[in-house]
């Protein structure tokens, strides 16, 4: 994996463009010794994409199982009875 600082890159822009779209490389983009941006593959951008979906996804069943899991063994009432408690 290369990595430039910004003035590198903005000069060989084009040239990390083709090899990030052909070649598949990866570029590391600093400024002032910090990494602050890559320049990477479509290809890659939408496995990015993918795994952080599938990520969030997991997340959500994950508190969808813990929160049935705590209302298990609840008494389960209508909405209509939960609206009468609630005053509405």
């Known amino acids: 994996m290369t990595r430039l600082s910004v003035s590198k890159a903005r000069e060989e822009f084009p040239e990390i463009i083709n090899r990030a779209a052909y070649a ?7 400024r ?8 990477v593959s479509i290809e890659d951008l939408q496995l990015l ?16 199982r813990a929160a049935l899991k705590e209302a298990k063994g609840r008494k389960r009432r209508s909405l209509r009875e939960f609206l009468a408690e609630a005053g509405g």
């Open 49 to 64: 994409e993918r795994l952080s979906q599938e990520e969030r996804d997991r997340l959500d069943l994950e508190a969808a």
């Open 32 to 39: 002032r010794g910090k990494d602050v941006a890559a320049v």
């Open 24 to 30: 598949r490389e990866r570029t590391i983009v600093s």
